[in-house]
T-cell receptor
Framework: AQTVTQSQPEMSVQEAETVTLSCTYDTSESDYYLFWYKQPPSRQMILVIRQEAYKQQNATENRFSVNFQKAAKSFSLKISDSQLGDAAMYFCAYRSAEGAGNMLTFGGGTRLMVKP | DSGVTQTPKHLITATGQRVTLRCSPRSGDLSVYWYQQSLDQGLQFLIQYYNGEERAKGNILERFSAQQFPDLHSELNLSSLELGDSALYFC?????????????FGEGSRLTVL
C-alpha cells in the first residue's frame, strides 16, 4: 500500500516571503499522480497543483510550484510571494494510475500560517 | 463551486443512532469516493463506487455502508453511532476510476455525535 508522509505539522512564513512544504511517499508503482490540496478554514478541499509521474518537468501554477524528485520519492510545494489567503492546511496526495481502485491517499497535512 | 453537492452540511445526533449522508457527483462523473476527516486529522479513504458498483474499500467500519444509485448519487449510511464517529465526511467524484484528473470534493457533511 502506498503511504504519504508530511513531516512538518506546522509551518510559518512572513507575508511576501517564500515557503516550502515537504512531502515524501512510498510506492512500488511507476505510473502515478501527485497532488497538493489546500484546505482553508472553510474546510473545502481545493486543488493547488498536480504532477504526473511520467513528466520530468516540475508543475507550476502561478505562485505555486513543485520540486518533484521521482527517485527520491519526494514532492515538495513551494509558495512564492506568500499571501494572507494562503494560510490553510495543505495536504499532499498520491493517486495510482494503475488498477481499478485509484483513490487518493493523503498525507497528514501541514498547517501553514502567514504572518502579516 | 466544485459541482459536488453534499447534504446535510451539519448533523447532530446521539450515540446509537443512524444517519444517512447524501452526495450528488459532478454532472458526468461516474466515480464517487467517500472520505472521513476527524478533528485536525488527515483524510481517510472509506469507499469508492464506479457506475453503481463498489470499486475499492478502505478503512470503513462494518457499521458503515454505502451505495451508488442508478442516477449516480451516493449515500453513506452510518449506524450504531459512537462519539468517535464525529467527523467531517467528504464525498468526491471523478470522471472514471482511472484517469489523469483530480478528485473534485464536496463541502463535506459535519457529523457531531453527542
Amino acid at each position: 500500500a502506498q503511504t504519504v508522509t508530511q513531516s512538518q505539522p506546522e509551518m510559518s512564513v512572513q507575508e511576501a516571503e517564500t515557503v516550502t512544504l515537504s512531502c515524501t511517499y512510498d510506492t512500488s508503482e511507476s505510473d502515478y499522480y501527485l497532488f497538493w490540496y489546500k484546505q482553508p478554514p472553510s474546510r473545502q478541499m481545493i486543488l493547488v497543483i498536480r504532477q504526473e509521474a511520467y513528466k520530468q518537468q516540475n508543475a507550476t501554477e502561478n505562485r505555486f510550484s513543485v520540486n518533484f524528485q521521482k527517485a527520491a520519492k519526494s514532492f515538495s510545494l513551494k509558495i512564492s510571494d506568500s499571501q494572507l489567503g494562503d494560510a490553510a492546511m495543505y495536504f499532499c496526495a498520491y493517486r495510482s494510475a494503475e488498477g481499478a481502485g485509484n483513490m487518493l491517499t493523503f498525507g497528514g497535512g501541514t498547517r501553514l500560517m502567514v504572518k502579516p | 463551486d466544485s459541482g459536488v453537492t453534499q447534504t446535510p452540511k451539519h448533523l447532530i445526533t446521539a450515540t446509537g443512532q443512524r444517519v444517512t449522508l447524501r452526495c450528488s457527483p459532478r454532472s458526468g462523473d461516474l466515480s464517487v469516493y467517500w472520505y472521513q476527516q476527524s478533528l485536525d486529522q488527515g483524510l481517510q479513504f472509506l469507499i469508492q463506487y464506479y457506475n453503481g458498483e463498489e470499486r475499492a474499500k478502505g478503512n470503513i467500519l462494518e457499521r458503515f455502508s454505502a451505495q451508488q444509485f442508478p442516477d449516480l448519487h451516493s449515500e453513506l449510511n452510518l449506524s450504531s453511532l459512537e462519539l468517535g464517529d464525529s467527523a467531517l465526511y467528504f464525498c468526491a467524484s471523478s470522471v472514471s476510476p482511472v484517469n489523469t484528473g483530480e478528485l473534485f470534493f464536496g463541502e463535506g457533511s459535519r457529523l457531531t455525535v453527542l
